[in-house]
């Protein structure tokens, strides 16, 4: 049972074009979700969050986007540069089991330049 | 501060023989997590610490694995003995609070030949 889900494993985009990462998660429990980002032979490093109190929350060119309803995140990058090919995970934490965050498989984007 | 470290960076060894993996969190972080990544599983949460106490240890894959916490500045995880199927990158994370984004060490890529 993946509770967290990230259905595409690889996105290819173009050097300043738009990068759109989504995540699905079925525990409506969740209620803080964050993303990571991880280079080859590195562990991942956390890059934005949100709470489920809000629908979107911006850090610079990656903002995210929560749609609870449809139990549906997304990252969005712009633009994206050569420098953010990477893995990057979804995960999803709840308050009920404070500490435990749980990831989605990740998905490999690649900037092209 | 020089981030969560963990040792060593790579560890080839023998089936059957014993493997220990340390980590040393993040000063004043109250949260220690293992992690295990592999092609198969994706990353998956081994065991968790809060105030050096074993919050959640389901993840742990069977009686051949075991992790302490005997202070706060320092965790180990033990393989014996150690099988091929347990090949994998290990990661330590730690936290503050918990609910928020981890602080991932570099890992320790396991060989079990």
């Known amino acids: 049972d993946q509770q967290v889900k990230q259905n595409s494993p690889s996105l290819s985009v173009q050097e300043g074009r738009i990068s759109i990462l989504n995540c699905d998660y079925t525990?409506?429990?969740?209620?803080?979700f964050l993303w990571y980002k991880k280079y080859p032979a590195e562990g991942p490093t956390f890059l934005i969050s949100i709470s489920s109190i809000k629908d979107k929350n911006e850090d610079g060119r990656f903002t995210v986007f929560l749609n609870k309803s449809a139990k549906h995140l997304s990252l969005h990058i712009v633009p994206s540069q050569p420098g953010d090919s990477a893995v990057y995970f979804c995960?999803?934490?709840?308050?009920?089991?404070?500490?435990?965050?749980?990831f989605g498989d990740g998905t490999t984007l690649t900037v092209k330049p | 501060d020089a981030g969560v470290i963990q040792s060593p960076r790579h560890e080839v060894t023998e089936m059957g023989q014993e493997v220990t993996l340390r980590c040393k969190p993040i000063s004043g972080h109250d949260y220690l997590f293992w992690y295990r990544q592999t092609m198969m599983r994706g990353l998956e949460l081994l065991i968790y610490?809060?105030?050096?106490?074993?919050?959640?240890d389901s993840g742990m894959p069977e009686d051949r694995f075991s992790a302490k916490m005997p202070n706060a500045s320092f965790s180990t995880l033990k393989i014996q003995p150690s099988e091929p199927r347990d090949s994998a990158v290990y990661f330590c994370?730690?936290?503050?609070?918990?609910?928020?984004?981890?602080?991932f060490g570099s890992g320790t890529r396991l060989t079990v030949v």
């Open positions: 994370a730690s936290s503050f609070s918990g609910v928020y984004g981890y602080t």
């Open positions: 610490f809060n105030n050096n106490v074993p919050i959640d």
């Open positions: 525990n409506s429990m969740f209620d803080y």
């Open positions: 995960a999803a934490s709840s308050n009920t089991n404070a500490g435990k965050s749980t």
